[in-house]
């Protein structure tokens, strides 16, 4: 049975062609002027992988988000390739190419967050994080209103948000130290409370005990018995009974649940309506 339901993300970067493949609405993988779509053609790794995953596209169809870069130019078009479609042979390099229907350009400004979110590796491969947004976009739909249709950066900046906005029971935050998340291993959100304590957040996406005990421990790290600080740990509800223990086991740790963060957010439009467009 055919799934139509995949989304992927291409980048054209230093590939011939660049310029045409845009203004024709199609994308392409290069990967040597070999005129085969057979994977076994091709060296074994990410070239052979990426084959694969382009045939898999032209048979079972799917969404894409894709960009070009040719000179000083960076252009985002958004399309679907359709079912059963034709991978053509173009150029004296045979750029394996597939045509892409129901085309929107992103302009720049727009889906920042999803610009930011783009994997940083590979040529052409399944963007799974992403969920329906890119569908949405085909689709021209307001997507839904959900905490798992944020990406994990907005999601981690949500929560910061939040902590400025936070009531007596949990530490305020008053400044960043450093931007929020990708900046250290353990921690997503290092800042100043409004009381001049050091503040140090981690947001985890998991519900899976072993990995919230891991990351509790390593935010623990950071509490600094020579001087006050603030650590703050948010996470999706959790077990109960495991909530309770973490509670009485670490004292010095505030436990949020991202179903009150979200709660809070859906109160919120000035934030809420620049985050879900």
């Known amino acids: 049975m055919k799934s139509a339901n995949e989304s992927y993300f291409i980048r054209h970067v230093g590939i011939p062609g660049a310029e045409a493949l845009f203004k024709t609405q199609k ?12 994977p076994a053609k091709y060296l074994k790794g990410s070239r ?89 976009i085909v689709k021209g739909r307001q997507p839904q209103m959900i905490w798992d249709n944020l990406s994990h950066s907005q999601q981690e900046t949500v929560c910061a948000e939040f902590l400025r906005q936070s009531n007596k029971s949990i530490p305020r935050l008053q400044h960043l130290l450093l931007p929020v998340g990708r900046t250290m291993k353990d921690v997503d959100i290092y800042g100043v409370t409004s009381l001049g304590s050091l503040l140090f957040g981690q947001v985890t996406f998991s519900s899976n005990p072993r990995t919230i005990l891991s990351k509790v421990a390593s935010l623990e790290k950071y509490k600094n018995p020579n001087e006050e600080s603030k650590l703050v740990f948010f996470s999706p509800q959790t077990d109960q009974g495991l909530y309770k223990d973490l509670v009485a086991s670490h004292p010095e740790m505030k436990f949020i649940s991202t179903d009150e963060v979200f709660d809070w957010l859906r109160i919120s439009p000035s934030l809420r309506d620049h985050l879900f467009l």
Request: hydrophobic share 40%; with cysteine; proline share 1%.
């Open 27 to 38: 994308i392409a993988i290069h990967y040597g002027n070999i005129a085969s779509i057979d």
């Open 48 to 136: 052979r992988s990426a084959i694969e995953r382009f045939v898999r596209l032209a048979n079972d169809g799917g969404c894409v988000w894709a960009q070009y870069q040719y000179g000083d130019v960076d252009k985002v078009l958004v399309g679907v390739v359709e079912a059963d479609s034709q991978i053509k042979f173009e150029s004296k390099e045979n750029l394996k190419t597939l045509q892409l229907k129901k085309v929107h350009e992103i302009q720049m400004g727009d889906l920042m967050s999803m610009r930011a979110g783009v994997p940083r590796e590979g040529t052409f491969v399944r963007w799974h994080i992403v969920g329906d947004r890119i569908w949405d």
